[in-house]
């Protein structure tokens, strides 16, 4: 990927890559944790030459404009979140009546369910990995299925206000070796660590986990938008139910792709995988997008 732009917000400065023709049919890329922009550092390159313009920021608390103070918990609830998404996509000059698609993994996908069913009609197609339909994975920790609350562990760990002090410590060898663990390559972790090897901006991420409590957020209602969902069946962090429940929250054109052997970093171990389904997706008649006849300008 070229160098980073921003993106100026109502809330800030957010750092992002962004490539494609300018006023093609817009997609919103969003990472999860411990993870950055550079979880799509395949895709996007690959969707912009595919026509469309592709925008990946680093999120709330990770890019270093848009950083409210780790302990303002409310600066990190799912409202302003969301809201991150659409002021985002409005900055880029896809605002009003604007159609664009949405690509989210763990966390960015949390956050791109929520926004699917709060503003259906700005949305051309959804995508998630990794993370189910907020309700599905709700009552999935609820009923213990698959033993998702010890696969959700890591939730109320968080809360632990020494927390990002440990992962980073010694070189950040705690997160390395979690991330190394779940098959994510080093080249790829020097790219996480890039942005998320700052104390602060660690201690922001982890906030979004601590606004959230402990069991997420209250259940969610289904999505009406076209839907794509990627899940690993060697995830650690979600079990079979939550994810095949995902299928009962979605009212609109549904497909779920299982990936056999591929646990939860999914950009990380099968990326071109990711491509070819993502680009499929966003092809179908059924998810198309805006093209804007007249190009937005160019954001500093």
């Known amino acids: 990927m070229h160098a980073p732009e921003t993106i100026t917000t109502p809330e800030g400065r957010f750092t992002a890559e962004v490539a494609g023709p300018s006023g093609a049919p817009l997609v919103l890329m969003l990472h999860g944790f411990p993870q950055t922009r550079h979880t799509w550092r395949h895709q996007v390159p690959a969707l912009a030459r595919a026509g469309y313009r592709v925008i990946a920021p680093d999120q709330r608390g990770y890019s270093p404009g848009v950083r409210p103070s780790p302990e303002d918990l409310a600066a990190y609830r799912i409202d302003r979140l969301v809201a991150d998404v659409v002021d985002l ?10 159609q664009w698609h949405l690509v989210g993994h763990d966390w960015g996908g949390q956050v791109a369910w929520v926004v699917a069913a709060r503003h259906p009609h700005r949305i051309a197609s959804l995508t998630v990995l990794s993370r189910p339909h907020p309700t599905a994975f709700l009552r ?7 033993g998702q609350q010890e696969r959700s562990r890591h939730h109320r760990a968080f809360h632990d206000p020494a927390t990002a002090t440990r992962l980073l410590e010694d070189g950040a060898r705690r997160l390395r070796q979690a991330l190394a663990d779940q098959r994510v390559p080093e080249a790829a972790i020097a790219e996480y660590l890039s942005v998320l090897g ?11 986990y601590r606004a959230a409590g402990t069991l997420g957020m209250p259940e969610l209602g289904p999505v009406a938008v076209p839907t794509l969902y990627l899940w690993g069946d060697a995830d650690a962090t979600v079990g079979r139910s939550a994810a095949t429940a995902t299928a009962s929250f979605v009212t609109g054109p549904f497909r779920m792709e299982v990936l056999p052997g591929v ?18 997706h966003l092809g179908s008649g059924a998810a198309g997008g805006t093209r804007l006849s007249t190009p937005p300008p160019r954001r500093p």
Do not use: C, K, M, Q
């Open 89 to 98: 996509a409005d900055a880029a000059g896809y605002g009003g009546t604007a």
């Open 140 to 146: 999935a920790i609820r009923e213990n299925a698959d």
């Open 198 to 208: 700052d104390h602060a901006a660690l201690e922001s991420a982890l906030s979004w």
């Open 263 to 280: 646990g939860h970093f999914i950009t990380d171990e099968v990326p071109d995988v990711v491509t070819t389904l993502l680009l499929d």
